[in-house]
């Protein structure tokens, strides 16, 4: 790495590991660490940990102390990013009400004997940032993106800016309504598509499915269904042709497809990114994404092959954090 080049870092944060990553003005990733997220009841031992990690990182890239611009931290939950505090973290509830940028700052502070900037953000509003500066969005500058996982993350760009409203909550399109009398939701709504096409909707169609006696390899879990399959499983089974792992992403694709009709009328994109585990399923998941979208939005005649899996993968979350930091350098 060329001396004195300055840098931001960039944090992932997850509930069983967190990824920390150099990252180079222009969103370079120049060095990429993994670490166990440390488990803790009552103290916030997951950020003291981020802070250690963080000069850790910087050291082994030998990046000192009067380079760093400053540390973006990607959270999953809902934060408030002027205040600096987690609002919730799942299955990390000792962050909840924290001051983040507080603790990591403070601990950093000490650490590089400097004041360090820090800055948090929800995690799908930094998969959005980074395909928006770095990934498939980074010719455009309005853009809808989806996270597909355990939950459906969602994020907004309009002109050139990830929005997220007053109340944190513009871009949630995983809390769209697709089914108004439709399974619970982990908000307590029924019938978002998060409640669908998360990881246990995903996989509660496919059991439904399977239970109906209706052949698969699938079958072949042994009726542990809830713990040995996931949206990967299935979309894999699918792309092998498997009948019950197909119509699972059909259903799936189509309410996707459901939700982003709505995102197109509201936000009138440039493109639409999706991203997470199963963006990569291919034509199994992108085929009836389109078609849907092709039937259901004819006002916006928009055009479905601007519908694109993720360029920055399982890197978006690291570069997205870093780009907190950089978008503040660039405005
Ligand atoms: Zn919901």
């Known amino acids: ?74 959270i999953p939950g809902p934060v408030d990013p002027d205040a600096g505090t987690i609002r919730q973290a799942p299955n990390m509830h000792e962050l909840d009400g924290v001051n983040a940028v507080e603790v990591i700052g403070q601990e950093l502070s000490a650490a590089l004997d400097r004041p360090v900037t820090v800055r948090i953000a929800n995690d799908a509003y930094c ?23 355990t939950g459906v993350g969602g994020g907004v760009a309009l002109a050139n800016k990830v929005r997220r409203g007053p109340r944190q909550i513009l871009g949630e399109v995983g809390h769209i309504i697709v089914e108004p009398d439709g399974p619970v939701c982990g908000c307590g709504n029924h019938g978002c598509l998060e409640a669908i096409v998360g990881r246990d909707g995903m996989v509660e169609q496919a059991v439904r499915l399977l239970e109906h006696g209706v052949p698969s390899v699938l079958s072949e879990r042994g009726g542990r269904y809830h713990e040995l399959l996931t949206p990967r499983v299935i979309a894999e089974a699918a792309a092998g042709g498997d009948g019950v792992a197909l119509e699972v992403m059909n259903t799936s694709g189509h309410y996707i497809g459901v939700a982003l009709c709505s995102c197109i009328v509201l936000t009138d994109p440039d493109l639409i990114v999706l991203g997470g585990g199963i963006a990569n399923a291919g034509d199994v998941l992108f085929e009836p994404i389109r078609r849907t979208v092709h039937h259901r939005s004819m006002i916006s005649g928009f055009d479905t092959s601007r519908i694109v899996p993720s360029e920055l993968g399982g890197d978006a979350g690291v570069l997205g954090a870093a780009a907190l930091i950089l978008d503040e350098i660039a405005d």
């Open 127 to 149: 998969h959005t940032l980074a395909e928006l500066r770095y990934g498939a969005g980074r010719d455009v500058e309005n853009l809808v993106m989806l996270t597909l996982g």
């Open 1 to 74: 790495m060329a001396r004195k080049q300055m840098v931001a870092v960039g944090v992932d944060l997850g509930g069983t590991t967190f990824g920390v990553a150099i990252v180079g003005p222009n969103g370079e990733l120049l060095a990429q660490q993994s670490y166990d997220t440390p488990r803790a009841s009552g103290e916030p031992q997951a950020l003291y940990a981020i802070a250690a990690a963080v000069g850790g990182t910087m050291e082994q890239a030998v990046v000192t102390p009067d380079q760093l611009l400053g540390v973006g931290v990607g």
